[in-house]
C-alpha cells in the first residue's frame, strides 16, 4: 500500500529504507541473467563477490555468494562471462543498497555446458579413469587398424591416405556411424565395442574432423566413456583441434591432434623405417669391421711377440738356467763328499791309532783264556792254565808256570 505523507508529516529516511526492505522481501528468490563486470574472490574469505550488468541496459546490481556455491563453477566463469543466478533480492537497511543472495550460479550456453562436462570430468577423474597408468602402448605395426567415423567423412579420407602413404600394406577395418546427433552415442559405442572383440583389429581410431562444443558432445558423452576404458584394445583419440577437449581424449590410450595425426601414429612410414633399416645394417657392418680390425691387430700384436714369435727360446733360457744349477748342484755336492772323504780319513787314522792292533804293533801281547775272555789280573788265571797269547802277528799258546802269590807272577 502506498504511504500517505506530505511535507508537513513527512517520514524519516530509515522508515522509507524499512519500508522497501519489505517490499523487496516479499519479492522472494528469482532466476536473473546478466553480465559478470567484476569478480571478487578474497584468500580466505568465504563470501564471493559479482557485479551483474545488464547486457543491453546500463543497470548493474551487486550479487554475493558463499564460496560453496560459486567453486563448482569457479573454472568455467570468469569476468565477461554471462551466467544465469539464482537469488533472493536483499536490502540493506542502512546504506540503502540492493543487493543478491545467490545460491546457485549457471553459465548459460555453452558455459553451462562446460559446466556440466567439468562436473563429469571430475567425477570420472577420482574413479581413476584418466590415469597415465591405465595408458597403453600402441602397436608398432598393427595387423588391422578399426577405424569409427563418418561416413565418407574428410576425417575417413584422411585417416585412410595418410596411413597408406606411410604404410601400403596396412589394412583397415572401418565401422561408419553418426558422429553429432541423438544417434552419435549409442552407434560410436556399438562400433567400438565390435572392433574390440574383433582379435584382428590391434588399435582402433575413432575420428571426427573437429566441430563446435556441441558438436563434439555425443564424445563426452559418459557412456562412451566408460565403454572406452573397458576396452582391451589400444583407442586413439582423433576429434580435432577444438581448443576444448571431449572427454574421449582424456580416456583415450592417445589423442592425436587431427585425423591426419591419427594416421601418423597408428602406422610407422615406410621410407623412415628403411633408412633406419639401411643406417642399422651400416652401423652394424661399421661396427663388425671394426671389431674385426682391432681383432687382427691384436693378433699381430700377439704374433710378434717373442714368446710366439720364437716359442723355443723361453724354452732354451730355462734349459740353460737348469743346466747352472745342475752343475752348482753338482759342485756343491762334490765338496761336501770331499769334505765328507776327509773327515772320514781323518776319523779312520784317529780310530787306527787308537786300535788294540796299533798297541800290539808297539809290543804288547793279549792273554785270552780258552773261553776268549781277556785276562786283566794275574788271580784270574791257576797254574798250568794254558792261555793263548795274541800278538801283532798272530798269537801263540802260554801255560801258567805256578800259581801267582802275589800281584806279580810268573807264566
Known sequence: MA????????IPVGEVSRLIGGWIDRLGAVWVEGQITQLSRRPGFGVVFLTLRDPAHDVSVRVTCFRG????VADVISEGARVVVFAKPEWYA???????RASEIRAVGVGELLVRLERLKRALTAEGLFAPERKRRLPFLPGRVGLVTGRASAAERDVLENARLRWPAVRFAVRNVAVQGVHAVPQVIDAVRELDADPDVEVIVVARGGGSVEDLLPFSDERLVRAVADCRTPVVSAIGHEPDAPLLDLVADLRASTPTDAAKRVVPDVREELARVRQLR???RWVLESRIDREERGLAAARDRPVLAEPHRLVRGRAEELDG????????LGHLLDRAAADLTHTRARVVALSPAATLRRGYAVLQRADG???????????????RARVAEGAFPVTVGERPGGPEGRA
Do not use: K, M, Y
Open 94 to 100: 542502512p546504506r540503502g543498497e540492493l543487493s543478491l
Open 325 to 332: 744349477l745342475l752343475g752348482r748342484a753338482r759342485r756343491t
Open 3 to 10: 504511504v500517505r505523507t506530505t511535507a508537513e508529516v513527512p
Open 282 to 284: 651400416d652401423r652394424a
Open 373 to 387: 775272555a781277556a785276562v786283566r789280573a794275574a788271580d784270574e788265571v791257576e797254574a798250568g792254565e794254558v792261555l
Open 69 to 72: 556455491v560459486f567453486d563448482p
